[in-house]
């Protein structure tokens, strides 16, 4: 109902994999990004169908990108605060 919304959220405890998720028809031809997992965007079939995917023990959020694109700012202190607590991890080894 509501111009650039809806969500898919993909969470595994063990390997990765993929999910196909109806969105809705009201998607349709939509490209939804990624906005927590590192995954590639998603385009939402004609039927409203797409396929999500997420790493193993890993939570995947994907967004229809109009809407994503508001997060951008978020997306990339996301990554930042990771690679900090990446490096860090790698220091204490």
């Given amino acids: ?4 919304s809806g969500v898919a959220v993909v969470l595994t405890d063990r390997d990765g994999g993929e999910k196909r998720m109806f969105v809705g028809e009201g998607h349709a031809g939509e490209r939804w990004s990624c906005v927590v997992g590192e995954q590639d965007d998603v385009e939402v079939g004609a039927d409203g169908w797409a396929t999500f995917r997420t790493l193993g023990g890993r939570l995947s959020v994907y967004l229809p990108e109009k809407t994503a694109g508001a ?3 978020d997306r990339q202190l996301h990554r930042i605060a990771r690679e900090i607590a990446e490096d860090t991890e790698e220091m204490r080894a």
Avoid: D, I, K
Avoid at 1 to 4: F, L
């Fill in 71 to 73: 997060l951008e700012n």
């Fill in 1 to 4: 109902e509501h111009e650039g």
